[in-house]
């Protein structure tokens, strides 16, 4: 979606904030614009397409300026056009404003607005923003935004600057996430911590109705009511060299790459073996209410509503816990009464996702209490939730989430466990569960090793328009999962379906044409999956098979077999979905997709 960089130092502003905007390139976007101060003038530039489109457009024009404001679009209001790319500006040119988030009220302000005389030059909601500050500015741009604020409904993340105020950026957040960089002799802000992490590590996250005032030397926050905010400064553990490609050709396929590493992160210091049980410090918080557990909702969206999905019967058989999963973009149309100790627990990589937010903000008001299982430090989800667990996962670019989602899964296991040795489970079984997930980073280097393997696969397959993914029990959500994957990036049409379901429809669809990818590791359930293998394959359907090592039964009646090393059977989710990961990306590259930013996605869905 939508993405902010801004920059107010001694350096020149156009190159940080060209780099901060390609750094912002896989939340997806359609156009981008940047305006930069120099003295009393303000100079600005905005083209459709790419980041290249308007860095080609800037061409050697001289964008002077120490202080300025980026961004990133994706339309909401008005089409992708040079128009309605940010910076919007008022009728003067005096204010420019860039903005994430939709203001619900916008049509009201732009007729009032519209009746004492003002043009627009958009069709955007962002315009009336300009228009507003301009209206308001009497000297102070603090107390012009404020009064802006006031009038605003809806969600917003914006930036300012004026003509007549060199060298000063105020920025403001209602439900949009704004995060201020403390550099060296310079300030900056955005929207998400990686288009800041070149030029510093030294964060500060602005709440909802909160504005801040950035100069090279200081930087101030207070509330919309003014009164004055301290905050203290955080340290994010993401590197620059987090966000660079490294010699992969794609994001997606360096993070699938990076799984052996962010599982390890996900458990590192987190199992003790002498007990049985995993220690994670972040729940502390609400120990002493999870103990009392009785319901688990889980809630999230596409990926993490996934591996929520998984999570369900991981929490079934580790816990005495009843559980269900909830697509967080549905929750507010249910009517669910929670029962006393209901717990929510979140999933999100951005932590920013705006159905995952209103869904946890629901439950809260009905006296469910929260925890969450996200990426991103400080993000909304995370401080909404309050306590939870951080996948320390590090940035994950591509449009496509693989990373965290073995890394939630990882998490969720901790999590079940840590519950089931309160519960139920014995020692013998706790150090059991503990020694299988050490074993994961392992294993997952043996899946990854297989990459060769699986691009021939993709090879062989990828002109296939319809395919089938099946599964059962832990692995039926791994079936729907490997489904989005390969349509997201390939666009390939495909369905992912409980292998017991195929009698009751998706079997007409089976023919010659048509690849189905039956997951059937060595679990409880697998004699039930060789019979669904068997019959697909007596409808000359073709089949990919992911299956245990060793495994000669099915090697003998499938097409292609991929091998996956033997674990528990709770956690073979973790290395089933490697395979498809890597499937869904060799024939996205077969079909020369643009695989990091596939059409129409966005990488964080902030709005509902
Ligand atoms: O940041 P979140 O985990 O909350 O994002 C949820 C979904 O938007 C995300 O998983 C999306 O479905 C990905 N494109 C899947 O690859």
């Known amino acids: 979606m939508c993405g902010i960089v801004c920059y107010v130092g001694e350096r020149e502003a156009k190159g940080i904030l060209l780099e901060g905007l390609k750094r912002l390139e896989y939340r997806g976007y359609d156009s981008a614009g940047v305006a930069i101060q120099n003295g009393s003038g303000v100079h600005f530039e905005r083209a459709v397409g790419r980041i290249a489109d308007l860095e ?35 009728r003067d040119g005096n204010v420019f404003v860039i903005h994430n988030g939709i203001i619900e009220n916008y049509r009201a302000l732009k007729k009032k607005l519209e009746g004492r005389g003002v043009s627009f030059r958009s069709e955007t909601d962002t315009e009336v923003i300009a228009h507003l500050v ?21 969600t917003f993340g914006i930036a300012v600057i004026h003509r007549q105020v060199p060298g000063k950026i105020v920025v403001a957040r209602r439900g949009s996430p704004l995060i201020i960089g403390i550099g060296e002799n310079c300030h900056l802000a955005a929207s998400d911590v990686s288009a800041m992490v070149r030029h510093t590590n ?31 400064t955080e340290t994010v553990d993401w590197q620059a060299d987090d966000a660079e490609l490294n010699g992969f050709p794609h994001f997606m396929l360096k993070e699938i790459f990076e799984q052996p590493e962010t599982v390890r992160n996900a458990i590192r210091g987190r199992l003790d073996y002498s007990e049985g049980i995993p220690r994670l410090g972040g729940i502390a918080p609400v120990w002493e209410g999870l103990k009392q557990c009785r319901h688990l909702v889980i809630v999230g969206c596409g990926t993490s509503y996934y591996a929520g999905f998984v999570g369900r019967y991981i929490f079934e058989k580790l816990t005495d816990i009843d559980v269900t999963v909830e697509l967080a973009s549905e929750f507010r149309y249910r009517r669910i009464n929670f029962a006393p100790n209901t717990f929510v627990l979140a999933l999100s990589q951005s932590g920013e996702t705006a159905d995952t937010l209103a869904a946890i903000r629901e439950a809260r008001r009905k006296g469910a209490s929260l925890m969450g299982v996200v990426n991103v430090v400080g993000s909304s989800i995370a401080r909404e939730a ?19 989602f073995t890394s939630q899964l990882t998490i969720m296991s901790l999590l079940a466990l840590l519950l089931g040795r309160h519960h139920s489970l014995s020692l013998t079984e706790g ?72 009698k009751h429809g998706p079997i007409a669809l089976v023919n010659p044409d048509m690849p189905t990818v039956a997951i059937a590791p060595q679990d409880s359930v697998y004699e039930k999956m060789v019979s669904n293998i068997q019959e697909i394959k007596s409808r000359r359907g073709p089949v990919i098979a992911l299956v245990t090592e060793g495994d000669e039964e099915i090697r003998e009646i499938a097409d292609d077999v991929i091998e996956i090393p033997r674990t528990l059977e709770f956690l073979y989710p973790i290395l089933s979905v490697i395979p498809l990961q890597l499937l869904a990306y060799y024939c996205a590259k077969f079909l020369h997709r643009d695989i990091d930013k596939p059409r129409n996605l966005a990488k964080s869905v902030t709005v509902e």
């Open 56 to 90: 080609r457009k800037i061409g050697t024009r001289p964008l002077d300026g120490t202080a300025g404001i980026a961004h990133t679009r994706w339309a909401t209001h008005g089409e992708p056009s040079e128009a309605n790319a940010h910076p919007h500006r008022d």
């Open 386 to 404: 309050g306590a939870g667990v951080y996948n320390h996962a590090g940035p994950e670019i591509g449009v496509a989430s693989t990373k965290i």
């Open 134 to 154: 301009a209206l308001h500015f009497e000297g102070d741009l603090c107390e012009a935004v404020r009064k802006t604020m006031l009038q605003l409904e809806g």
């Open 202 to 232: 030294k964060v500060v996250h602005l709440l909802d109705n909160e504005l801040a005032v950035l100069s090279s030397d200081e930087f101030s926050i207070s509330t919309v009511q003014a009164t004055p905010i301290e905050r203290v």
């Open 431 to 502: 150090i059991e569960a503990i020694r299988a997930v050490d074993a994961l980073p392992g294993q997952i280097s043996r899946v990854l090793s297989l990459a060769h393997a699986i691009e021939a696969m993709a090879e062989k397959y990828h002109l296939k328009s319809n395919w089938l993914f099946l599964g059962r029990k832990y692995n039926y959500p791994i079936a729907m999962e490997g489904a989005l994957k390969l349509k997201e990036i390939s666009y390939i049409h495909a369905e992912g379906y409980a292998a017991g379901e195929m």
